[in-house]
């Protein structure tokens, strides 16, 4: 595709269940990357792959957060047990590779809500 | 802690040359970002670098651990949330809070 997507766009879930966030980078893009954006805020940094391989979970809040990217593409961010403090928007970006000279191409997000 | 600071708001006129301030405490970060984000859609980069840097009607200049984004010749449509970020260890952009610029006729 022409840029990065996300799907879905919206998700509306309740406390306690379980979510998948998926993202399509650009393809050709070895490095993605997931960020949260809560109202008000800035995005911020969770996870970073370089290929297929979790270069940085740094940014994960905590253990119900899991991310997956098994043939170096697609990935998905998996939410367990979900609370309220959880909705934000989760925001996917790709970039040719990692390192500072290499743009991140972001998509429009997911807007997680979570009642 | 490694944070980026920047104006919640900033305000002008149509025609006029906006400014916009961003300064951050990465100790091990040199390139800024600037992006530009209409709500629900994706952010875009409009310029970055470790040098004074302009792409069309964006300026970037640049110092160690300050930045300003000159936006020329504003018209109501960049009406919108402008994102000062750096990048740290060479991965994970740290953003600060964003912009929101209003833009009068």
């Known amino acids: 595709g022409a840029g990065v997507s996300q799907t879905p766009s919206n998700k509306v879930t309740e406390k306690g269940k379980y979510v998948e966030l998926r993202c399509d980078p650009i393809?050709?893009?070895?490095?993605l990357y997931w960020y949260r954006q809560s109202l008000g805020q800035g995005p911020e940094f969770l996870i970073y792959?370089?290929?297929?391989?979790?270069?940085?979970d740094s940014g994960l809040p905590n253990d119900r957060f899991f991310a997956v990217r098994p043939e170096g593409s697609v990935s998905t961010l998996k939410i367990q047990r979900t609370e309220r403090g959880d909705s934000a928007v989760y925001l996917c970006?790709?970039?040719?590779?990692?390192?500072?000279?290499?743009?991140?191409?972001f998509g429009p997000g997911t807007r997680l809500t979570v009642l | 802690k490694d944070q980026v600071f920047q104006p919640s708001t900033v305000a002008s006129s149509e025609g006029a040359v906006v400014e916009i301030f961003c300064n951050h405490s990465?100790?091990?970060?040199?390139?800024f970002f600037w992006y530009l984000h209409f709500p629900g859609c994706a952010p875009r980069l409009l310029v970055k670098?470790?040098?004074?840097?302009q792409q069309g009607r964006y300026n970037m200049t640049y110092e160690r651990f300050s930045s300003s984004l000159l936006i020329l010749q504003v018209r109501e449509a960049d009406a919108a949330v402008y994102y000062c970020?750096?990048?740290?260890?060479?991965?994970?952009?740290?953003f600060g809070k964003g912009t929101t610029l209003s833009v009068s006729s």
């Open positions: 970006a790709s970039s040719w590779t990692s390192g500072e000279n290499n743009e991140q191409f």
């Open positions: 393809s050709g893009h070895t490095a």
């Open positions: 792959f370089q290929g297929t391989g979790a270069a940085d």
């Open positions: 990465v100790s091990n970060a040199y390139n």
């Open positions: 670098g470790s040098k004074p840097s």
């Open positions: 970020a750096v990048c740290q260890a060479g991965t994970a952009l740290i």
